[in-house]
């Protein structure tokens, strides 16, 4: 059985010690807006936090929140400094001879250059020396500019400018419209509302930069000194980011875990979508960290939440979390092969009791259901095997059939009350989604859905569970509100490679519109002596790298730049053209948009 919440040790306010040690100063008021005063972070919205848990939260997850809730600057051993609740991320800033390096510099700019300020109020005015991403995800190098223009050293692991734009990017639109969902980003901050999001309280909105790194790690036990620190790095490649690694501070006898250890179960496949990431490895890494640094650790941050201190306590923080990852893998693939389906694995797997009683391991941003269910996709992909799932209508269609059987959309109603003073919210909430989708106007099935996602949402202790639930909620009864992110930053396009640049066309193809259509364009990118060649047939946009020598339809000649401004409707002004110039209508006339705020709980 799983543990009841009397059983789990509230008693220990370990965390909490931890999470105030070192504090300094906080950052009064935390509030932080751009130039024109459009806010872009608020954590004083989260006041509300101190007070006891309502009814309408998890307790687990009031006090993870009460936790993240925690923002200023904390010295985390000699020299190594930390800001933390001024973004979803952490800022680290470590010492050096001359300056301060600067680790992870958050989201937005403008969090980034507060964070700094902060730092430099009580720490001198130092100049940044170097800078360094831990990994290739959005909230641990979007801010870049706001703590540096360029000209210093920037530390990378191997792989990241490829990494860094395109998890992003190929499923961006979905990604940013899912997303919202996950962080609540439409939600009041409140008791009843968005009390967190696991990993911190929430993405800030600022403007996003990227600076390309100076240079990328390669290997394990690389060293590196800048500025007069030493480090010693650990890639690990493929656990929760594609391109991240473990960076070791002898001199401080520190080790920053980047995000592959932190005080919650991490995701494994985020609710926005990302490719599902690889917990075999991420176990190994961590017990690869282990052997290379606990001997010498005294202390263990991370690029979220609150350190670890104590080589004992760093030593068990690391093998929990590693055999939790380890646990997880293992399980789900034992009984995979003995004919257990994914949703059939996650109510069966339960975790160990001492891995149960350690807070860190609990389910605020991954959860042990949905990274079950990650395991299993890794191996076995979406079919569970059974043929009455292998050619299913589409949802709208098959709930229409649903409601039809259950005998019209008031009995499917009638039906889910029963359920709801039963108390199987779950079943509920399915049979109130058919009736949605079988009827959008079917407001007694909306207003009830509504009402089983808004009591789903208090009782989640997961924060993405709550917030995807509770935006479920509220747009069944107000809609769908658009996405006020703008994440179109013209460092990420700049970033952007030529074949991802022509992937972009690619998946934007009109495959059907496009069937008859056939033309073939040469791109002689000048800047970068670099030529390919790009076919639309049978509605498919195939590139070739280094073309033949016969013709093509037309031919560009071209820098990168006047590329990505010729792809975003800027022209062909200063473009060099040889042959049909109706061949980039032809090809735009074919291109489709995609649909930034599309619907997810209704059809």
Known sequence: MRLNMADLPFHDR??????????????????IKTLDGRVVWDNDSYDFLREDCPDTAHPGLWRQGQLCAKQGLYE?????????????????LVEGERGVIV??????????????????????????????????????????????????PILAPAGFMRHAVAENFYAGPAMTRRAAYMYGRSLLRSAQGQIGAGLGMTASTGTMSLIPPTEEIARTGQEKTIDGVRMVFQLTPGAESPAEMNISFPGHRALCLAENATHNQHSLLPLRGAAVRD?????????????????????????????????????????????????????????????????EIAEAVQLPPDLEQAWHTHGYSGSLVHNVKAVYQRYLGWFDGNPAHLWEHPPRESAIRYVECLGGGAAVVA??????????????????????????????????????????????????????????ALELADGIVPAALDTASPDFFAALTVEQIFDSIAIRVDGPRAWHERLSIDWHLTDLEERYRT???????????????????????????????????????????????????RLVAVLDRPVPDFAIVTA
């Open 279 to 343: 917990v075999r490895a991420w176990a190994r890494y961590l017990t690869e960290a282990i052997t290379l640094f606990g001997g010498h650790t005294d202390v263990a941050f991370a690029s979220h939440h609150w350190p670890t201190w104590g080589a004992d306590r760093v030593h068990r923080f690391l093998s929990q979390q590693r055999d939790l990852y380890a646990y997880l893998h293992d399980q789900t693939l034992r009984l995979l092969n003995k004919g257990l389906t994914a949703a």
């Open 415 to 472: 039906f889910a009350r029963r359920y709801i003073e039963e108390n199987d919210l779950r079943f509920a909430a399915q049979l109130l989604n058919h009736a949605v989708f079988a009827d959008e106007g079917n407001k007694a099935a909306r207003d009830l859905l509504a009402e089983v996602y808004t009591r789903l949402g208090h009782g989640a202790e997961n924060a993405t569970w709550r917030n995807c639930y509770l935006m479920g």
């Open 14 to 31: 370990g965390d909490f010690e931890d999470a105030d040690r070192g504090f300094i100063a906080k950052l009064s008021p935390a509030v």
């Open 103 to 152: 680790i992870d510099p958050l989201i937005s700019t403008e969090c980034a250059t507060v964070a700094l300020k902060l730092y430099r109020v009580h720490r001198g005015d130092r100049p940044v020396t170097g800078v360094i991403y831990t990994h290739a995800h959005a909230d641990h190098f979007g801010g870049v500019r706001g703590v540096t223009p360029g000209g210093v």
């Open 535 to 585: 076919t639309l047939s049978n509605g498919a946009f195939i590139q070739q790298p280094a073309p033949p020598d016969d013709d093509a339809d037309l031919t560009l000649r071209l820098t990168k730049a006047q590329l990505i401004g010729l792809l975003a409707g800027k022209g062909v002004e200063g473009v060099r053209r040889e042959g049909d110039t109706t061949v980039l209508q």
């Open 76 to 92: 985390v051993t000699d020299g190594i400094y930390q800001v933390r609740g001024l973004d979803l991320s952490n800022m680290t």
